[in-house]
């Protein structure tokens, strides 16, 4: 019954783009599906209203209207407002000089807190600062238990006072942070019923007595339309920074991030999607807009790659492939990396059109494994040598690996076509000499045509991806 | 009537605005005008009812009262009360009171599976039932020292095992203890996951298979939601119930402002019941579903 936004958008706009001219009634009609998509995806009735009527307004402008490629420019029009309404640029975490800054997290049951903490713990541990967690939800059974582990699996200190009273623990905790040489303080708090006025006065007094440079919101992207009175009441008794979207890796479209960020004026500053530490991610506006419009997080992919990728690796590799010597050893580093970025659901997910792929169950990670092990299954030298590989081979290979001798084919067969698709690509980036001199650069070049050939490799380009199956 | 008052109060902050209109409109009397209809669709679409079936419904009531010739607003609101409640499956039989019985919680991450289990293991102990309870959420950190308290705090034996364990065979453990102690009641928690989780998906699977396989009394599989969950929910309910063969749900913290209107989809979808609905803290919170009452929750202030 419900589409997601994505393929509901990209069915309309496919509708425009074959019609040259559009008339008033197009517009209403393309708006009209806009409409519901967005209240398929949970932004708030009030909100969409103002949203619709905003984008009617601009697209029957006269240069819209008029202009050659009108469905280009309603597309346009729709992306620019989604992309307003989110906040237009990303808003960064940045700490003051105090030490130690506090942020504090507070939110419904269930919304993702803890979780939320270790996270954020874990992120500001890799940037460098020394952060400290403090459990202050002394209601829900084991709440600090599951802070603990969650800290001891990042190496993150936790704070627990005597888990009774979360004021004094809040404040204790700050104090142990500046004796103990901590820099940054998570304060992780109980989850709150925005109605339960007692328990907001709790938050609001914890915030008293640590003075927090930040307090987030974490908010669970499945939050259906009550969104708009859950982060009103929050922000009027705490008066919270910024929004923390949880489970953004489950397919809601977190519609509620568009709400929260018009009826409140706050920004969403992360997005948490995955059950690792490492999974939470600055929020985007743009990126998300054209994520919810069908255009894909390109650059999203690639941030991740350069992130994840180890440099020096890297360059190495791409001077070999500059070189024409594109081995097995390469394909297998390149699968591992595709693994690492969180495999390829993931990565497809934010490739236009990714989500139909994956609707449609046309990935099966298990592929990854088991080029994997065909690899694994190859001698040293067959791996640098592919033109070693003859029949024998092929079925020695097939045995090890648990495979069919034609899954090993398969294997060589993408294997030949990327690495054709390396020497294309040769001709097309401009021929740095792979000296030594300017390493650093070099790698970052690097990191863009691995990532390019990965994606080719996979059978991402043109979005074909029966080569995949 | 106790849980209603409770329902209506909790969602009467929200409603407060649409309530006003709808005494506007009645003080105007009979008029069943283009605004009508468009409030309450603007109304069920707050609720988290979702777009299309907020339509249907008011299309249909709509259609009734023009036939019916209904003379006013009242009797239309009463129409409508009838046909959301009419949309909900009702239950065939309750698996926490008709024992011998065991019972496997799932749903997505922090939906309030966990507190379910403790507030319903205490409820039966109460009754006098003979309660057993099993932590198969063998993920997430400190879930079975929650389910530990919430057992403790009932009286009520648990059966455990460390984290990382395979849940499949703390069920198998479960069901085995249940069977020396004579348990009548056996409630199973399991760690939550995102539907869009295929080998989580698949991983309780196998643990609903085991269970059904290898208990001797009904098993019923129980999806538990959020209030709060908006239109993805349906999604959430239809990909569990595809790998599990749901038996029915349970709503949760009905006590904010949410309306969980997205219950109403899910019942009428998937022809699943309601057993239970959260509204408030405490463990005479957890009350039986009244369809009707829900409906005029959702539609009344």
């Given amino acids: ?76 029009v729709v992306l620019d407002e989604l992309t307003a ?109 925005h109605v339960d006025d007692e328990m907001m006065d709790e938050a609001a007094r914890i915030k008293e007595a640590t003075d927090p440079d930040y307090i987030f919101m974490v908010l669970d992207a499945m939050t259906g339309q009550d969104v708009v009175n859950v982060a009103q009441t929050f922000a009027s008794k705490v008066d919270f920074d910024g929004v923390i979207m949880s489970k953004m890796d489950g397919d809601a479209r977190g519609g509620g991030a568009l709400s929260i960020r018009q009826i409140t004026g706050k920004p969403i500053m992360f997005i948490s999607a995955g059950e690792k530490p490492q999974d939470l991610e600055p929020f985007y506006p743009d990126r998300m807009a054209k994520r919810i419009l069908g255009m894909g997080d390109v650059v999203g992919i690639i ?56 609707a449609s169950g046309q990935v099966d990670e298990g592929e990854l494994d088991r080029i994997e092990a ?96 | 009537m106790a849980w209603f008052d409770k329902l209506s109060r909790g969602l009467s902050n929200t409603r407060n605005s649409f309530t006003e209109s709808m005494n506007v409109l009645f003080r105007r009397g009979p008029k069943l005008d283009e605004n009508f209809y468009d409030d309450l669709e603007e109304t069920l679409i707050l609720g988290d009812m979702g777009f299309q079936a907020a339509e249907d419904i008011v299309a249909s009531v709509r259609d009734t009262a023009r036939r019916k010739a209904l003379p006013d607003a009242q009797a239309v609101m009463d129409l409508l009360e009838d046909s959301i409640a009419q949309q ?20 997505i991450n922090g939906a309030g599976k966990t507190t379910t289990v403790g507030k319903l293991a205490k409820i039966a102990k109460d009754r006098g039932d003979a309660v057993l309870i099993g932590s198969a959420d063998t993920f997430r950190a400190a879930a079975i020292e929650q389910l530990d308290i919430w057992g403790e705090r009932a009286g009520v034996e648990i059966v455990k095992r460390e984290r990382g364990a395979d849940p499949a065979s703390v069920c198998y453990d479960v069901i085995q203890r249940g069977e020396e102690t004579g348990a009548q009641l056996i409630l199973i928690d399991t760690s939550g996951r995102l539907h869009t989780s295929k080998d989580l998906m698949r991983e309780l699977q196998k643990v609903v298979n085991v269970t059904r396989k290898r208990s001797g009394i009904p098993v019923s599989v129980v999806l538990v939601m959020d209030a709060t969950t908006g239109q993805n929910g349906l999604q959430q309910a239809r990909e569990f119930n595809k790998s ?51 409906a005029r929750a959702l539609i009344t202030g």
């Fill in chain 1, 1 to 76: 019954m419900f589409d997601n936004l994505s393929g509901r958008l990209q069915g309309i706009f496919s509708g425009l783009k074959s019609k040259g001219r559009l008339s008033e009634a197009d517009i209403d009609a393309a708006l009209r599906e806009v409409r519901m998509a967005l209240l398929e995806a949970d932004v708030n009735y009030k909100v969409v209203k103002g949203f619709i009527a905003n984008c009617r307004e601009r697209c029957l402008e006269a240069k819209v209207m008029q202009s050659l490629n009108p469905s280009q420019n309603v597309i346009k």
């Fill in chain 1, 85 to 193: 309404l989110m906040g237009s640029t990303n808003t960064k975490l940045i700490l003051s000089s105090r030490i130690p800054n506090v942020i504090m997290l507070v939110g419904l049951q269930g919304s993702g807190k803890t979780t939320a903490a270790a996270k954020l713990a874990y992120r500001l541990k890799r940037d460098g600062h020394s952060p400290l967690l403090v459990a202050c939800d002394v209601y829900r059974p084991a709440a600090a238990d599951q802070l603990q582990t969650l800290g001891d699996e990042i190496g993150v200190k936790v704070y627990r006072g005597d888990g009774k009273d979360p004021i004094a623990i809040a404040k204790t905790g700050v104090r142990f942070a500046i004796d103990n040489l901590r820099d940054v303080v998570i304060i992780d708090t109980a989850g709150r019923l």
């Fill in chain 1, 303 to 358: 941030e991740r790659a350069v992130e994840m990728a180890d440099q020096e690796q890297a360059a190495q590799q791409a001077e070999r492939m500059l070189k024409d010597e594109f081995t097995y050893v390469d394909f297998l580093d390149t699968l591992k990396q595709v693994k690492k970025m969180g495999g390829l659901s993931k990565l497809l997910k934010d490739l236009p059109g990714g989500d139909k792929a994956l």
């Fill in chain 1, 374 to 469: 065909i690899i694994n299954s190859m001698t040293k030298q067959e791996r640098m040598k592919p033109g070693l590989i003859n029949g024998s081979r092929r079925e020695r290979i097939a045995k090890g690996a648990g495979v069919e001798v034609y899954d090993v084919n398969q294997v060589i067969k993408r294997f030949n076509e990327t690495r054709k698709m390396m020497k294309k690509m040769q001709g097309m980036v401009p021929q740095g000499k792979p000296g030594k001199g300017k390493k650093g650069k070099k790698g970052k070049g690097g990191n863009m045509r691995q990532m390019m050939g990965m994606m080719r490799s996979m059978g991402l380009d043109g979005m074909d991806l029966s080569k995949f199956r």
């Fill in chain 2, 88 to 107: 909900f499956k009702q239950a065939e039989r309750d698996p926490f009171t008709d024992l011998p019985s065991l019972v496997l919680f799932v749903g």
């Fill in chain 2, 244 to 294: 599990l063969d749901l038996d029915g749900v349970i709503i949760t913290k009905l006590d904010g402002t949410a309306k969980g209107g997205i219950a109403v989809a899910v019942s009428r979808e998937l022809e699943l019941p309601i057993y239970r609905i959260g509204v408030g803290e405490s463990i005479d919170d957890l009350q039986a579903f009244d369809a009707h009452e829900f």
